[in-house]
């Protein structure tokens, strides 16, 4: 006898992947807790967290909105998409440094960054580029938009159950000059411009990322006791690279050190659970079936597994039990066919050159 022996077949490659379609297989199938109907499931992250509150509508479960689009938008016609793609209006949150200062500001922990551009005579905010697409009015209209924001996100942190939160870069760009902050993107990719002496670039390590989940957990637990926290990591590839290594070594790296920090913070607190997405889509033990042509982008049917697994694993709903297809948008009403709309955009990709030519034609 040794400690092998009576280890169920889960714990072996041969008996649980190579004897199994990948199809077929739940990587999550010992979750630390489950959720339930009624709890209040907050999301942020990168661009593939957009999908978690797409999903749950279809099945009937309402995701945490803490900042829903006001009536008269939904009924004029207004911008509403972007109220409802996360549980608050912040768009794309690709590192947990942005995540933190966002907390910090959100209870007066650190001042309220104000970093707002002009363009064509309409205001923007670089800490959220693309959530105003048509931008502000002004100056003052833009930063009551974000100190309202701030009051939503501080409510979500209060009233949330589970924050999902998806781990998308390592790669950064921050403000030198006003305090260290850190942008979603490089400034001048989606709005404003690029100043090298402002905007510096810089590549969480894993000790630094693990040292901010740390921090973002201990400051959250005051606030809210209850909260439990699921971590997962984007299985989206870099779009484009600002280090010394082509963009496959360092999407490589990215995901990796990503990967270790979720899976280490995991292991540290009971409250804190691990959701395989990533594995799901870039294990090679896939063969890549749920990729994309241009072997980045993840298909429909590759985010139909991943949620169908979130689902079942979480909740206990069954792939059988409920048709997880998108559903069509026409008939359906303002507030529930945003949140049913796939993503528009990720902010990522006006790292491309050929994204920000486009962007300068439109």
């Known amino acids: 006898m040794h400690p092998y022996s009576q280890l169920p077949s889960r714990n072996f490659w041969r008996k649980f992947v190579s004897d199994s379609p990948w199809r077929d297989l739940n990587l999550n199938d010992k979750p630390k807790f489950s959720l339930q109907a009624t709890d209040r499931i907050a999301t942020a992250g990168s661009c593939f967290a957009q999908h978690i509150s797409r999903y749950m509508t279809q099945v009937g479960l309402a995701p945490y909105i803490a900042e829903p689009a006001h009536t008269l938008l939904q009924e004029f016609g207004g911008e509403v998409e972007s109220h409802h793609l996360f549980s608050a209006r912040y768009g794309n ?3 947990v440094r942005q995540l933190l200062e966002l907390f910090r500001q959100a209870f007066g922990l ?3 960054i104000e970093d707002f551009v002009e363009h064509d005579g309409r205001w ?3 800490l ?12 003052a209209e833009a930063r009551a938009d974000r100190a309202f924001h701030l009051t939503r996100v501080k409510a979500m942190f209060e009233n949330a159950d589970v924050l999902v939160f998806t781990l998308g870069l390592t790669e950064s760009w921050n403000n030198a000059v006003h305090g260290g902050y850190t942008y979603p993107v490089c400034p001048g990719t989606v709005r404003g411009n690029y100043d090298s002496n402002h905007h510096v670039f810089h590549n969480f390590t894993c000790s630094e990322i693990v040292a901010d989940l740390e921090t973002l957990i201990s400051e959250s637990r005051p606030v809210n006791p209850q909260l439990r926290l699921i971590l997962t990591v984007s299985p989206v590839q870099l779009v484009a690279t600002n ?3 082509n963009v496959l070594i360092a999407s490589s790296y990215s995901k990796s050190v990503l990967r270790a920090a979720a899976g280490e913070i995991e292991a540290r607190h009971g409250h804190v659970a691990y959701f395989p997405s990533f594995e799901i889509i870039s294990h090679s033990a896939s063969h890549g079936q749920y990729l994309s042509s241009d072997l980045r982008e993840v298909t429909e049917r590759g985010v139909r597994h991943v949620m169908e697994n979130f689902l079942s694993s979480f909740y206990g709903i069954k792939a059988g039990s409920a048709t997880l297809v998108p559903k069509p948008l026409d008939d359906a009403p303002p507030t529930v066919r945003a949140t049913m709309m796939p993503p528009v955009e990720c902010d990522e990709l006006m790292n491309a050159p050929d994204a920000a030519k486009a962007r300068s034609r439109a």
């Open 243 to 245: 280090t010394g290594n």
């Open 110 to 112: 650190m001042p309220m």
């Open 128 to 139: 959220r580029p693309n959530v105003q697409k048509s931008g502000f009015s002004s100056r």
């Open 93 to 95: 949150i690709y590192t």
């Open 124 to 126: 923007f905010d670089l």
